[in-house]
């Protein structure tokens, strides 16, 4: 008799309990949203190799539009920047002869978002740690389109010098980004190749955010965001 009045009494107070909400997803009131997307290489040395990067030069460029419109769709009102790696897109825009710049321009003017190209690493860290004042306006959301290995995102691959990269972040410099800049619960991914195999516990280490690497390499998309591509890929933090 006791053990069932017990039990009773335990429902009624479990039933009084608030139920766990899932962990929400960013809203626009969060803080700040940044894509930051790196440059493609060019075709006239990556059209001879047996694995050729970028045929398209829109590669970065299209899947970071995908995902400024899906942030759209799910933060109304999110206040997103844009940056951009410029001077691979200007080589680029020379070999097509094309107006890559205006084109990315109007991705822009489109969805209405602040576009910064930069030149210098130290123009994305400078942004980060003081675009806005982070003591009131955190990073909320940050994600990389652009080339990568395990150690560093190479904003510049095969455009300057063929197979090479001139302009990079490596997990070395990573401790010149200020612990404190992202909100607590902030996303932080990097849709390119091999950045869960060493950048992304660099990464954790030296901001105190955790931040989602593929584990092998991942395939730019037309008009669907990055995919796994290696056998046994996967994301991790």
Not at 78 to 88: D, E, F, K
Not at 169 to 186: E, T, V
Request: net charge positive; proline share 3%.
């Amino acid at each position: 008799m006791r053990r069932s009045l017990l039990l009773l009494l335990i429902i009624f107070l479990t039933s009084l309990a608030p139920l766990r909400a899932a962990d929400p997803a960013p809203t626009a009131a969060s803080g700040e949203f940044i894509i930051l997307t790196g440059g493609v290489s060019m075709w006239v040395w990556e059209k001879w190799k047996a694995q050729p990067h970028d045929n398209w030069w829109m590669n970065f460029v299209r899947a970071s539009r995908l995902r400024i419109e899906q942030i759209q769709t799910e933060a109304p009102g999110a206040q997103i920047t844009w940056l951009v790696y410029r001077p691979a897109y200007l080589n680029r825009a020379k070999q097509e002869n094309n107006d890559l710049l205006g084109h990315i321009a109007s991705v822009r003017d489109a969805y209405k978002v602040k576009l910064i190209w930069f030149d210098k690493t130290e123009e994305v860290i400078s942004y980060l740690n003081n675009g806005q004042d982070r003591s009131r306006v955190k990073i909320a959301d940050f994600e990389f389109f652009g080339h990568s290995n395990k150690a560093c995102w190479m904003f510049d691959y095969s455009n300057v010098i063929d197979s090479a990269s001139k302009a990079w972040l490596h997990q070395d410099d990573l401790n010149k980004i200020r612990r404190g800049i992202f909100s607590r619960d902030a996303f932080v991914k990097s849709w390119s190749c091999h950045s869960g195999e060493s950048m992304t516990a660099r990464w954790r280490s030296a901001t105190g955010v955790s931040m989602i690497g593929a584990v092998g390499k991942t395939q730019y998309m037309t008009d669907e965001l990055p995919i796994l591509s290696s056998t046994g890929g996967r994301w991790t933090r």
